[in-house]
């Protein structure tokens, strides 16, 4: 009697998991150094980059541009004269609210990983389900802008407890809002005790070479090791 | 011999289509009329129900308040007084970025559907998702906040296709930000042509009325078809 078993993947993370630790094989296998880069719809994340990638010397960057549709961001990106490649969720992926680890596999022929010491993944706007699919990346960034609302760590806990450093950014609007800074310092503590905060304001450039320190600080930690 | 047909459901949508016709059943047999109201994270859709709520006289209003988790929104609205229910969905329905018709219909009994006229559904902050699942509503209406860009109806099409009325909110800040109102009601013509579109700004008040009408019509028109 020929019995066949038929193996169940109990969690669509798990395939994740195991096409992101491919992806970070490749990665490591070009020394590149991979940030997923994450926020809600217009926090900033582009406009942070544009000025990020201006004072970023010495670290050769590239940057992954993911949307649901359109190349609005990489557009802008292309400018800075950084190799830009453009994922889009729809068609093809079904319109997705995130990248996943398949997604971003697909876009890796277009990059030129030998090339590059940090990549930066600009990740679908979303603060739920990017939060939830590794795609391979050494460390998670987050931009919350301070016109969200001082409650949303406690509203989307997962996406501020995976990140390694909170880019608090717009600060130069805190003169005409009604927010509490320190409130949302104070949750973001009670979601992930310890992480790294920086306050910014990529309109006018506050607090952006911080930003961009930290982003070599993870391109030369990751190029020690390979 | 015997044939089984096994019926393949091709489109989880199409499961859903099905629960949120039985949810529109039950709100048509209530006579309410329901509102599915949506944005990304930090637009403000619940300082502009605060003020509508306020400002809606005669009209009996509930709200079914959607999150990933906590119920913020809904004790800041209880104190309205008004039947508030909070949805969440983690736990229960795995974390999801938006409300489906399923989870609405699991959070129906503990509405008090016969003393409303009006439902209004606060969805999860999100603008992709959302857009995709109908939960049985007679009307959609988004909130955009300047402060995110005019890139986004260009960037998040179908949220703004799918809505009967984009509230462009946060209305006070613009001379504050680099914003051009004219681009974003281009994009907004582009991606959903002759869509009624409300100026707005919740925290101060500005064009809260004019919202707080259109809520009364929409439950006007269903509740004289009741």
Request: charged share 20%.
């Amino acid at each position: 009697m020929h019995r066949t078993k038929v193996r169940i993947v109990e969690d669509a993370l798990d395939a994740n998991n195991t096409i992101a630790h491919a992806n970070r094989d490749d990665f490591d296998r070009a020394g590149v150094a991979v940030v997923n880069l994450m926020s809600a719809p217009g926090a900033g994340k582009t406009t942070l980059l544009e000025r990020t990638l201006a004072q970023l010397q010495g670290t050769r960057v590239g940057v992954l541009e993911g949307d649901v549709q359109g190349s609005y961001d990489s557009d802008r990106l292309a400018a800075m004269h950084v190799p830009v490649t453009q994922l889009n969720t729809d068609p093809g992926f079904g319109g997705e609210c995130h990248l996943d680890a398949n997604m971003v596999r697909t876009a890796l022929p277009a990059l030129p990983l030998d090339e590059l010491d940090l990549l930066v993944i600009e990740n679908v706007g979303n603060l739920v389900c990017p939060a939830e699919f590794r795609v391979g990346e050494d460390a998670r960034a987050m931009v919350c802008s301070v016109t969200e609302g001082e409650d949303k760590p406690l509203k989307y806990p997962l996406m501020f407890r995976t990140c390694d450093v909170v880019v608090i950014n717009k600060l130069d609007l805190l003169p005409h809002i009604d927010f509490d800074l320190d409130k949302l310092l104070y949750n973001i503590a009670a979601v992930n005790p310890g992480v790294q905060t920086m306050l910014a304001s990529a309109r006018n450039g506050g607090g952006v070479s911080q930003f961009s320190d930290w982003l070599a600080s993870v391109a030369g930690r990751v190029g020690a090791l390979a």
